[in-house]
């Protein structure tokens, strides 16, 4: 195997753990995820809300968003707000859109590798995680009136 094939398969491998990772942090938070309804709310110790969206679901997949209500008036504070695709049977979640923007690749090509933007979509799914993260340890959890 070549040096470049064998990169490649270490970024995988590196790639996939983030998503596993993911998926374990959803879990925690959203005890449940496949059979969500098709809007639910997070409340946290810090008041604010996340709300959580049913976009799609199939047999082994389902898509979800997650807006955060920081509740500011600011124009330079944005909520944010990613799309996510959680694959049950291999137990992966992937983020395929973050504000908005869901056209962005692995890597990008040597031309562009210069831009800070180089690996987008690792950066992405490593903010989702920071974001499950910071919402446990901000106790957000299920509101019971959503469930309804």
């Known amino acids: 195997m070549r040096l470049y094939d064998q990169v490649r398969v270490r970024r995988f491998y590196s790639w996939a753990r983030v998503y596993e990772i993911n998926y374990r942090l959803l879990l ?3 005890p449940g995820i496949s059979e969500l309804p098709d809007e639910v709310l997070l409340l946290g110790d810090d008041s604010y809300a996340v709300t ?3 976009v799609e679901r199939c047999r082994f997949t389902t898509s979800i968003t997650l807006n955060h209500d920081l509740k500011s008036h600011d124009i ?3 909520n944010p707000s990613v799309k996510i695709r959680i694959y049950h049977d291999a137990r992966l979640a992937e983020v395929v859109a973050c504000q908005q923007g869901s056209k962005f690749f692995a890597v990008y090509p040597f031309i562009l590798a210069k831009v ?4 987008e979509k690792r ?3 490593l903010f989702l995680r920071e974001w499950l993260n910071h919402c446990l340890t901000q106790g957000y959890r299920l509101e019971s009136n959503s469930l309804l």
């Open 76 to 78: 330079f504070v944005v």
């Open 28 to 30: 925690k938070l959203i």
């Open 123 to 125: 950066d992405v799914n």
């Open 52 to 54: 959580v969206s049913v």
């Open 116 to 119: 800070p933007f180089q690996n």
